[in-house]
T-cell receptor, first 114, second 113 residues
Framework: EPEVTQTPSHQVTQMGQEVILRCVPI?????FYWYRQILGQKVEFLVS????????KSEIFDDQFSVERPDGSNFTLKIRSTKLEDSAMYFC????????????FGPGTRLLVL | AQSVTQLGSHVSVSEGALVLLRCNYS??????LFWYVQYPNQGLQLLLK??????LVKGINGFEAEFKKSETSFHLTKPSAHMSDAAEYFC???????????FGKGTRLSVIA
């Protein structure tokens, strides 16, 4: 069964460093998402991406964040200058063309900013 | 704006007992409703979803949920809990406008032997 994959599974970084989280969505999906979950809290939407551009973003997704689909398979989330409060589990998700289709989530990248 | 309220951050049931996890939503348009499960140190797995049609939805692992528009609810049930059901359960809402998923705070289910 097709699945969303994410790398790395864990990332530890120093405050102020740049990190890139990588995702490979399901191959025929058209909509891509990043969510995050701070430890013990609910899953929060960051950004959605369709047709090579951001379609929607939340208040969390400020200028420190960017997304890119550098090739036909990868979808990346970059945090330019990490802060302590960026420590969280970051989930990538993808879905097909219709709104009622399921968003499939990857296993997540646990980011720890020291 | 859409929102989801999950009553009870932690629910504990005995093995074999009924599982009932509550979810109420707010949406200005007909909602799409989802239940996801998260096992420790894992990602989110879809249990079931409601988009249109039959309001009683059956999912994986014996779970089901019923969409009740009049009560703005989408409670998750399972007749008989199993130890392997212990996990965090998230209710989420979206809709036909392609809005991103809005999640509830989650309910941690513990199953006691």
């Amino acid at each position: 069964e097709p699945e969303v994959t994410q790398t790395p599974s864990h990332q530890v970084t120093q405050m102020g460093q740049e990190v890139i989280l990588r995702c490979v969505p399901i191959s025929n999906h058209l909509y891509f998402y990043w969510y995050r979950q701070i430890l013990g809290q609910k899953v929060e939407f960051l950004v959605s991406f369709y047709n090579n551009e951001i379609s929607e973003k939340s208040e969390i997704f400020d200028d420190q964040f960017s997304v890119e689909r550098p090739d036909g398979s990868n979808f990346t989330l970059k945090i330019r200058s990490t802060k302590l409060e960026d420590s969280a589990m970051y989930f990538c998700a993808s879905r097909g063309s219709r709104p009622q289709e399921t968003q499939y989530f990857g296993p997540g990248t646990r980011l720890l900013v020291l | 704006a859409q929102s989801v309220t999950q009553l009870g951050s932690h629910v504990s049931v005995s093995e074999g007992a009924l599982v009932l996890l509550r979810c109420n939503y707010s949406s200005s348009v007909p909602p799409y409703l989802f239940w996801y499960v998260q096992y420790p140190n894992q990602g989110l797995q879809l249990l079931l979803k409601y988009t249109t049609g039959a309001t009683l939805v059956k999912g994986i692992n014996g779970f089901e949920a019923e969409f009740k528009k009049s009560e703005t609810s989408f409670h998750l049930t399972k007749p008989s809990a199993h130890m392997s059901d212990a996990a965090e359960y998230f209710c989420a809402v979206s809709d036909v406008r392609n809005t991103p998923l809005v999640f509830g705070k989650g309910t941690r289910l513990s199953v006691i032997a």
